[in-house]
């Protein structure tokens, strides 16, 4: 054991050590037609960082998909959410190359998978195939591409993944036919303050700062009043050639009086660090407008490593009249266009007339250790690391109910709610929800034990006790009971559940299972008589779906065909 420790620890050792320079032209396109980009790595997304570039496959599926490099599959999954059928490839020089929202893989896989799924009777599953199993060359056909998962429309994801798992931007290894001749657009410059002395022009907290465009398309700003410790933040976004939408940028700079003070660049991060990109955008602003301002500094408790480079967490301390503070944010693509604001700041102390304190109450909680709050048969459980600062809770317990913070305050990790019921209760189909402020309620992950429920969320507001009553509904797309089906290739069913939503489903023919794909974005169920499971004649189908309270509906079918 302890001599296949060394072997291993070698062989990750070279792998990282031969990854010091990064290879350009090994990897290829994994695509056929022209590489057009809908999404570019590093690009501020909900709750994480792009892992990898977008490619726009015509708003069509079943474009072939080509392994980027030689070498072999070594993890295969395939999920209803999140990357959907996926293929995962383990190169020679250490690197793994990722191809996700997948339609069907090449025929030597889909084989191999299909038997898996059977033997495990599961439509979700995660293979990791032996080395030698499938190897492939560079250029050969692995897969269609399609709109899988957590996909918002036909796309192929690409990632490429270093020896310790980590997505690197592909840009880093070439794919020069991605053309970018535009300079990234800046949409809006803000202005933080962080103490309760910190002022700009009068006013504590978030504030907008106007710009004006100069020569070449920089901007600049009228003169600042400030005074104490201050930051920036950027709304930016960049725009590739052929391409009509927005993407993210690369790099941006912060210099004062011509040094440096701050940098962040997206060429590499952890999936560990994603979440933390919450910290590093203006969250409640983001929560009420839909917009991500990233923020040119580095807020307590954040780890991320895209932050290369940093003078006091990139905050300016305008303390000292004896000199003036020139500050300049630059914001460059991949390719080099960059473009600029200038923004001169001038020591001043005016009187303060709208001022950004906290507002205390008894509900304080510290963001490095786990605290509980709790009133009569509702407790709240925040562990350690699930804020991002120290911060006072606004809660307000009532009876099966508790109304806890503020939607904008960001969560890095799950927080429990649990609520104690009297043992008369009836608790079948019981869950909690949470409530929109519109009345919309949403399920959250529930457990129950005895006369207990706990819940488990990442985010804060209304939470209360509900019941699902209702059981999922069930409907037959291109079929009914007792119909002939064999000019059809496709058997499909609709599966809904309006309140808390689809848990498990399982199919069976003639008593055996049946695979049947479950696309949680169409709510449809497919099963492709390919797979050779009906019998020529009559066959009897039987469809169990449940949702996520225990709620059952079965729906049986007299289905005929002949193979």
Known sequence: MLRFFILFSLFISLAVKSQTKIPQDYFKSPVEIPLILSGTFGELRS???????????????????????????SRIKIQRFGYGRA???????????????????NEEIEAFVKAKQYEKETYEIELFPEEN??????????????????SGGPHVHFEIRDASSRPMNPFLFGFDEVKDTRKPRIGSLWAYTFNEESQIEGIQGRQRIQMKQIQGGDYKTNPIQAFGEIGFG???DDQLDLAVNRNGVYKIESYLNGAKHFEVVYDRFSFAETRYLNSAIDYGYFKEHKKKIQKLFIPENNPLSVYT??????????????FSFNYEIRVFDFAGNSRKIIIPIEYTQLPITQYSAPQE??????????TVFEDENIDVYIPKGALYEDTYLKIEFSKNAIDLHDYRTPLHK???????????SDLSQAYIANVMPWGTKFYVNTKQKNHRLIASTKSFGRFELAFDREPPTINPLNFRNKKWMSNYDTLEIEIDDEETGIQDYK???????????????TKQLTHYFEDGIFQDGKNDFKLIVTDKVGNTSIFEAEIYRKN
Not at 87 to 105: C, D, E, R, W
Not at 361 to 369: D, H, L, M, S, V
Not at 414 to 424: A, K, S, T, V
């Open 47 to 73: 709750n994480h960082f792009h892992a990898g570039i977008d490619i726009k496959t015509n708003q069509e599926t079943g474009l072939s998909v080509l392994a980027s490099a030689e070498g072999y599959i």
């Open 87 to 105: 293929l995962y490839i383990q190169h020679p020089n250490g690197y793994q190359t990722v191809y996700a929202h997948l339609s069907k893989f």
């Open 133 to 150: 199993q499938f190897q492939v060359v560079q250029g050969e056909r692995i897969a269609l591409s399609g709109n899988t998962g957590s």
């Open 234 to 236: 950027i709304s930016t």
């Open 309 to 322: 480079f940093e003078n006091k967490k990139g905050i300016l301390e305008i303390l000292n009249d004896d």
């Open 361 to 370: 109450t008894p509900y304080f909680a510290y963001a490095q250790q786990a």
């Open 414 to 424: 799950d927080i429990q709610i649990g609520f104690d019921l009297p043992n008369h």
């Open 507 to 521: 199919a069976t023919v003639n008593g055996e299972f049946l695979l049947m794909e479950y696309d949680y974005k």
